[in-house]
């Protein structure tokens, strides 16, 4: 039974970065995408951005210019950095599990995708 | 990037039968997948694929797909099934995942 622990500072200034770290235990780490996903409080689930084994990184348009997202594949970790935080980044946000294939294997086939492993969350409040 | 739509609420007669829809370009692409969240708690996978549910999942929950709408129905629905409830996809034209606004289910 794959276990996603997450962990990292819950109470931000405006212009500090936010960093958290998500474990994976009970499971491979290879072969999946790996992947970051915020809730505003009140509000709906926002994709941040992803990463894999190799270190591949997907990022949402939006927030781009202020992320990294890193591996560390020697402790099957993977880690969220938002730079430059203010009160719009205050969210509970999510590590994740992905997968995503193609029935078959064919580029134009229809596609599997979906988000089945959740970390508990981590509220993160940015406030001056 | 493309978008899913949801109708934000929907309500449902204990027992009864509900469907929750989801409509964007990329369901042409990629098949829904579906995941209930309770106050408090992180998203749940209910549905994913064609239609298939994690073994956890009661069998009252199901998928399915027509062109760029998937729906999840919940047939005789349970006083417990009363969460919000996200789609998901993913664009296939930059690999970027994409969340539906959220359903949220009353079960009268």
């Known amino acids: 039974q794959v276990q996603l622990q997450q962990w990292g500072a819950g109470l931000l200034k405006p212009s500090e970065t936010l960093s958290l770290t998500c474990a994976v235990y009970?499971?491979?780490?290879?072969?999946?995408?790996w992947n970051w996903i915020r809730q505003p409080p009140g509000k709906g689930l926002e994709w941040i951005g992803e990463?894999?084994?190799?270190?591949?990184?997907n990022y949402n348009p939006s927030l781009k210019s202020r992320l990294t997202i890193s591996v560390d594949t020697s402790k099957n970790q993977f880690s969220l950095k938002v730079r430059s935080v203010t009160a719009a980044d205050t969210a509970k946000y999510y590590c994740?599990?992905?997968?995503?294939?193609?029935?078959?294997?064919?580029?134009?086939?229809?596609?599997?995708?979906?988000?089945?492993?959740w970390g508990k969350g981590t509220m993160v409040t940015v406030s001056s | 990037s493309s978008e899913l739509t949801q109708d934000p609420a929907v309500s449902v007669a204990l027992g009864q039968t509900v469907r929750v829809t989801c409509q964007g370009d990329?369901?042409?692409?990629?098949?829904a997948s579906w995941y209930q969240q309770k106050p408090g708690q992180a998203p749940l996978l209910v549905i994913y694929?064609?239609?298939k549910r994690p073994s956890a999942i009661p069998d009252r929950f199901s998928g399915s797909n027509s062109g760029n709408t998937a729906s999840l129905t919940i047939t005789g629905a349970q006083a417990e099934d009363e969460a919000d409830y996200y789609c998901?996809?993913?664009?296939?034209?930059?690999?970027?995942?994409?969340f539906g606004g959220g359903t949220k289910l009353t079960v009268l």
């Open positions: 994740a599990r992905r997968l995503s294939w193609r029935i078959g294997g064919g580029s134009s086939a229809p596609g599997i995708n979906y988000v089945d492993v």
């Open positions: 009970g499971g491979s780490f290879s072969g999946y995408d």
């Open positions: 990463i894999n084994y190799g270190g591949s990184t």
């Open positions: 990329s369901l042409r692409d990629y098949y």
């Open positions: 694929g064609e239609n």
């Open positions: 998901n996809s993913r664009d296939n034209t930059d690999n970027h995942l994409i």
